[in-house]
């Protein structure tokens, strides 16, 4: 804006003046308003919930102790965290190029579905080893997820089809899909879940080891989240310090200059939503059989993808900031399933984004105080 | 340093003054693009408002009719005080202002352009009403156009008339021109003056805005100039001051024409142009069998008037756009209709006329910018890892080398000015000693300072080398530097001129080889040159 | 299976879609994209549904939805607007935001009993024409009228009136318009607004007339989300939205009632015999909007036309130089 707008604040001889930045920020001051953000997100939530008649300060307090008061609820948060982690970064990644990812939610639930299969169809028998089973899950998960990614990354770059509508459309035929798998064709006795999974499909847990270390007694926390970590670290190096990192974010930020340099808009559009799928797949398969151990709708469709959609903008698109960030929200969801009304974790889940993205302006733009003179 | 010419009494007291402008400050975050300016425009005049790009013209303009509001001053038209809150409040006042970049829907029809934002019909629309009282209107200011065309189908000069009979339609009696000969071919120019001079007679009044001496001097009964904010002159009669001293008041030091150029020794083709015909984004034929070339240590230019296909001529060369027949050859390799990297992996450097949405990457850093050509290979990356040390040394060298103004290397571009900006392109361009170079409109928009760095470069690659290929609007740039010209119309080329060898004298630049700009001219408007020869129209001086 | 009963209820579930996806439209002419449709639809579902029963008035419950609805979608236009954050990001957050209040606000609602609907009535003399009248004229809510009114009203109103003329100048090509003295933020927020009150309307129809009652977030299906394709589709003209979006009400309802006849154009129907099939038809919908997207892509490619020029760009006025 050239313009400065003025509001004229007719009760007190002062004036506000916008006007853009002609430099950058310090390097803190995009934390800072974040974390304002959010504290005015929790605010503005406060006085939602009041309205509905519940006490927001004693919803607040106990979303505090029930995320992270002992060790016990430290890790539920964590393991409702890791699947976060995942969703995110699959986000994270179609974001950098401009790639409206809405689909993360859907390859969530055919990675789950793919790592499912492995053990359901079976492709391996019950009595596989663990050290088989699982990187055997974790790659049917991967592709069955690309495989999610790739028809909307096809129709966008073959047709121009807006990525936006089509994987979320495509959300809703993965529920379906896996619907039908688990309802009509590996059902457990007519229930709608499949049979338990053998020993061998599960991922290790702490409390695997608690005969070695007691105080890993009852903590669910498993190797997904190492997986997630490590899919952070290496997702980093690949957007920041390789080739087609590069390619990607000059992509993102000006495709004509990307095609100038002579990089494939068309082929990255696939492999970047084709990696993005990959990495949601492998979120589906962490849950399935990291905690449900077993193909169920409900724990499986359970949101991340969108809530990684919200971790992956608060994070600033940065795959070690998703860690940290995908901790507090999984600290929300926990504490918020037992929370009255229920659906506030969703609500101040979306306060908070667009707390974040009005604060964005902040980033581009300065407030100036200044005396009206008569 | 600088001189201030105070405005002469004596015309102001014949005829009533229409428009006042006193003590207007602007403010914009980081320049004062207004200091305490002061204007007046008479009636019945034609005024010519001069600067070069960035005085502050537009700006104080752009405050009379409305657009900005100002910091400090007041405007009075007619004697009365006026605030003006919005161009609404302006065109009320009678004041409408013609912009250089058409404020036109492209996609509806005149008639529908003119009827935009007037109260006027009320609530239904009958088109063809209004139809036929546009066309009136047109007529009697000998504007002719079709209202019923939509803008995408008119040419440049119908577009412009267009924006002329929105004001008028709405009644103005200030007329302000933007630039308006920038996107006008020198016939089309005449044109445009004919009209002014009978608006005149109908009883307007006139500003116009432009930073081409020459025009103004032609055009307007007086003269005031800004420069850098302030105004230097105001009010002038053309008639009593020479070019010289407009020059001089316009950029404060006297003009040099004159650069350094050694007579060109070109060797072999290295661009070859063969046949190339193309579309254009709206799948109308752009280019229609264009052939040319361009030999290593010569600089080859292509005038025209903006809009013949000089963009989708460069944007075959540089490999982003289809051609449909024909090919481009590097160093007899076939770089046309293939993905830019072969060219660029064979020496093609290229400097697009929009800097920010193709050249550069607004919110990536200095260093990621200017690696995005040399990005795949070592010593920046190794085995598809970037090593970002490395890019980092580069990007400091070459801000050192180019001068180039930034806090640090890892700034985003978009806080860079455009001069910043074009020095970061021209860096990564010409820092890996290219072949062949096509640089579109390199100093658009750019300050004296940065102009004659752009053009120092340019000769530079010549100096070195390579082939350039310059493709600019501005007649006296392509006069100065280039050894050849090339004219482009309608997709054609008209003919081929030679500049070279011809040393321009200070201040009479422009009257330079005035047989050599009438040839292009008359190109510029669609005569081929062998017509031109054949008609004998060379004129002499 | 009678098919005119089908598509006489498929025209009542189109026009659901049809209040949002025009709505949609407004907006996107005006050039601000709106992805919390969903939300909005929810918001307007739980309003009229809540409100009718604290008050027993189906009309006021309507009248809220639309205003609250409206309300909400002004949060979006201040922030893609005034702030000028990006479009894509604020809408799918409105997305969330609508769906948590609306579930917030709306909690224990669905316990509660029958509710007065809107008045359901047929045309007299158009009942009477033979098939068609069957289908659109009798015994349809009077939302249902609204939407048949509604369709050339919005294709007279952008196209033949000076106000549609400012909308679409502010949606293609926003700085003529500026210099015109058109306020293109205040119309940019006015038809955001209009956009948000018919998605708040498309709502009230699902939880008044279509579906009534209250199901948290089933009760809306994803229908947002088509309704933005359905724009799409639509290139953005009224009449096509139409056509769209009672094709796509005629297409859910059939997927309902494909899996009660025992035979199915003659041979046994096996959906019936397998109701696990169903999940196959629960996903048409969906794959059709994909089908419906690729067609009205590239029918755009095509034409080298498609969406306002101006669509999905904050207006910056006046930028400074390049």
New interface residues.
């Given amino acids: 804006m050239a313009e400065p707008t003025t509001f004229k604040n007719i009760r007190a001889p002062f004036r506000f003046r916008i006007e853009p930045r002609l430099s950058e920020p310090p390097a803190w001051y995009p934390a800072l308003i974040s974390f304002g953000a959010i504290i005015v997100a929790l605010i503005l939530g406060g006085i939602l919930i009041s309205f509905a008649g519940g006490d927001p300060f004693r919803s607040y307090q106990h979303i505090a102790k029930a995320s992270f008061g002992d060790i016990g609820v430290l890790s539920d948060t964590i393991v409702k965290a890791t699947p976060i982690i995942l969703a995110a970064l699959a986000c994270s990644v179609a974001f950098r190029m401009k790639l409206w990812n809405i689909g993360a939610e859907g390859q969530f639930i055919m990675g789950a579905f793919g790592a499912s299969a492995i053990v359901l169809a079976p492709v391996l028998p019950a009595e596989t080893s663990r050290w088989i089973f699982i990187p055997v899950m974790m790659v049917a998960g991967m592709t069955a997820g690309a495989v999610w990614g790739f028809i909307p990354g096809f129709l966008k770059a073959k047709f121009n089809v807006n990525e936006i509508i089509s994987t979320l459309m495509l959300n809703y035929v993965a529920v379906a899909w896996v619907n039908f798998w688990i309802f009509g064709v590996w059902t457990e006795g007519g229930f709608q879940m499949t049979p338990k999974f053998p020993d061998g499909a599960w991922l290790p847990r702490l409390l695997d080891y608690a005969k070695a270390f007691p105080i890993f007694r009852g903590l669910t926390t498993h190797l997904g989240l190492v997986i997630g970590i490590v899919a952070a670290i290496i997702l980093w190096f690949i957007i920041f310090r390789s080739r087609w990192g590069y390619e990607i974010r000059l992509i993102g930020d000006n495709p004509n200059a990307a095609r100038y340099a002579g990089i494939n808009i068309t082929r990255n559009t696939i492999w970047v939503m084709m990696l993005s799928g990959a990495l949601a797949g492998l979120g589906g398969m962490s849950e399935v059989a990291g905690v449900v151990h077993r193909l169920q709708t409900a724990p499986v469709a359970a949101g991340y993808g969108f809530t990684g959609i919200i971790v992956a903008w608060l994070a600033k698109l940065n795959p070690l900031a998703i860690i940290f960030v995908s901790i507090l929200f999984g600290a929300l969801i926990l504490a918020g399933r037992e929370i009255q009304p229920s659906g506030v974790p969703k609500m101040i889940q979306g306060i908070i984004l667009v707390c974040l993205i009005a604060s964005d302006f902040l980033l581009r733009y300065r407030i100036i105080l200044e005396r009206v003179e008569e | 340093m600088t001189s201030h010419i105070p405005s002469t009494p004596s015309l102001s007291s014949k005829a009533p003054l229409v428009v006042e402008m006193r003590g207007i400050v602007k403010r914009f975050p980081g320049v004062l693009a207004n200091d305490h300016v002061d204007f007046e425009l008479l009636h019945g005049e034609i005024h010519g408002l001069l600067g070069e790009n960035g005085a502050g013209k537009s700006t104080l303009m752009n405050v009379l009719a409305g657009l900005y509001r100002q910091e400090a001053g007041t405007i009075f038209v007619k004697g009365v005080p006026k605030v003006f809150s919005s161009p609404r409040d302006a065109i009320k006042s009678g004041i409408g202002m013609v912009h250089q970049h058409f404020m036109l829907v492209p996609s509806q029809t005149v008639t529908e352009n003119i009827l935009l934002g007037l109260d006027d019909p009320r609530l239904i629309m009958r088109l063809s009403d209004y139809d036929a009282k546009i066309a009136k209107l047109g007529e009697r200011f000998g504007l002719k156009v079709d209202p019923r065309a939509k803008i995408w189908q008119l040419s440049v000069g119908e577009q412009q008339r267009v924006e002329i009979l929105k004001m008028l339609y709405r009644g103005v009696d200030v007329l302000i021109m933007d630039e308006p000969t920038a996107v006008l071919a020198p016939r089309e120019i005449e044109g445009l003056f004919e009209t002014l001079r009978a608006m005149i007679a109908q009883g307007k009044s006139v500003i116009f805005i432009s930073h081409k001496l020459q025009e103004v001097s032609a055009i307007a009964d007086r003269v005031s100039v800004l420069r850098r904010g302030v105004a230097t002159a105001s009010g002038v009669p053309s008639k009593g001051v020479s070019r010289q001293e407009l020059a001089r008041l316009m950029v404060g030091r006297d003009v040099i024409f004159a650069l350094d150029k050694k007579p060109s020794q070109p060797k072999d083709i290295v661009l070859e142009v063969a046949g190339i015909h193309a579309e254009s984004d709206k799948g109308l034929p752009a280019l229609r069998g264009i052939s040319l070339n361009v030999r290593a240590g010569e600089i080859v230019g292509v005038a025209g008037v903006a809009g013949n296909g000089q963009s989708e001529l460069s944007q075959v060369i540089s490999g982003m756009r289809q051609c449909t027949q024909g090919q481009v050859l590097l160093n007899g390799d076939k770089i046309s209709n293939r993905n830019t990297l072969f060219g660029i992996q064979h020496g093609m450097a290229y400097v697009p006329e929009d800097r920010t949405h193709v050249g550069s990457a607004p919110n990536l850093s200095v260093t990621d910018n200017v690696i995005m050509k040399n990005f795949r290979k070592p010593p920046i990356s190794k085995n598809g890892l970037l090593d970002m040390k490395a890019a980092t040394k580069l990007a400091n060298e070459l801000k050192l080398a180019y001068d180039i103004i930034v806090p640090s290397v890892s700034t985003p571009v978009r806080l860079l000015s455009g001069g910043n900006l074009q020095r970061v392109i021209l860096a990564r361009e010409t820092s890996g000693l290219p072949a062949f170079m096509v640089a579109v409109q390199p100093t658009r928009g750019l300050d004296v300072g940065a102009i004659e760095g752009v053009h120092r470069l340019l000769l530079a690659q010549r100096e070195a080398g390579a082939a350039v290929l310059l493709v600019s609007e501005e007649l006296e740039e392509l006069l100065s530097l280039c050894d050849r010209v090339y004219v482009i119309y309608e997709g054609k080329i008209m003919g081929e001129v030679m500049t070279g060898g011809e040393e321009p004298d200070e201040g009479a630049a422009l009257s330079l080889s005035k047989g050599l700009v009438d040839t292009i001219g008359q190109m510029m408007t669609g005569t081929p040159l062998d017509q031109i020869q054949k008609e004998g129209v060379t004129a002499h001086g | 299976m009678d098919y005119t009963i089908i598509l006489q209820a498929g025209i009542a579930s189109g026009t659901v879609l049809l209040f949002a996806t025009i709505g949609e439209l407004f907006a996107e002419r005006s050039g601000v994209m709106n992805?919390g449709v969903e939300?909005m639809m929810l918001i307007g579902a739980m309003s009229a549904f809540s409100t009718t029963i604290a008050t027993g008035n189906p009309w006021l419950g309507v009248l809220v939805a639309m205003f609250f609805a409206g309300l909400i979608s002004q949060?979006h236009a201040?922030?893609v607007i005034t702030?000028?954050?990006?479009q894509?990001?604020?809408g799918?957050?409105?997305?969330?935001?609508?769906?948590?209040?609306?579930?917030?606000?709306?909690?224990g609602l669905s316990k509660a009993g029958t509710v007065s609907l809107l008045p359901n009535f047929s045309i007299p003399l158009l009942a009477q024409i033979p098939i068609l009248g069957k289908i659109f004229f009798t015994n349809q809510s009077i939302l249902v009228y609204v939407g048949y009114l509604l369709v050339p009203l919005s294709w007279y109103y952008i196209n033949?009136?000076?106000?549609g003329?400012?909308l679409?100048?502010v949606g293609?090509?926003p700085?003529?318009?500026?210099?015109?003295?058109?306020?293109v933020f205040r119309m940019r927020y006015f038809y955001v607004f209009v956009g948000g009150m018919l998605a708040g309307l498309a709502g009230a129809t699902i939880s008044l007339a279509v579906s009534p009652g209250w199901f948290?977030e089933l009760t809306t299906g994803?229908q947002g989300?088509?309704a933005?394709?359905l724009v799409?589709f639509a290139q953005w003209d009224p009449i096509r939205a139409a056509i769209g979006a009672y094709a796509f009400g005629a297409l859910r309802r059939l997927i309902l009632d494909i899996q009660g006849p025992l035979v199915l154009f003659g041979f046994a129907n096996p959906f019936y015999y397998?109701p696990?099939?169903g999940?196959?038809l629960?996903?048409l919908p969906?794959?059709f909007?994909?089908v419906v997207?690729?067609i009205g892509?590239?029918e755009?490619?095509r034409k080298?036309?498609g969406a306002p020029?101006a669509l999905g760009n904050p207006y910056?006025?006046?930028?400074?130089?390049?």
Wanted: proline share 1%; net charge positive.
């Fill in positions: 992805l939300g949060i201040f922030i702030l000028q954050a990006d894509v990001v604020s799918l957050s409105l997305t969330f935001l609508g769906a948590g209040i609306s579930l917030v606000l709306g909690e033949r009136t000076r106000p003329l400012h679409r100048a293609e090509y700085s003529a318009a500026d210099a015109l003295g058109i306020n948290s994803g989300w088509i933005i394709g799409i397998n696990y099939f999940f196959f629960q996903m969906y794959l909007t994909v997207l690729v892509s590239r755009a490619m080298r036309i020029a910056v006025r006046g930028e400074r130089g390049k």
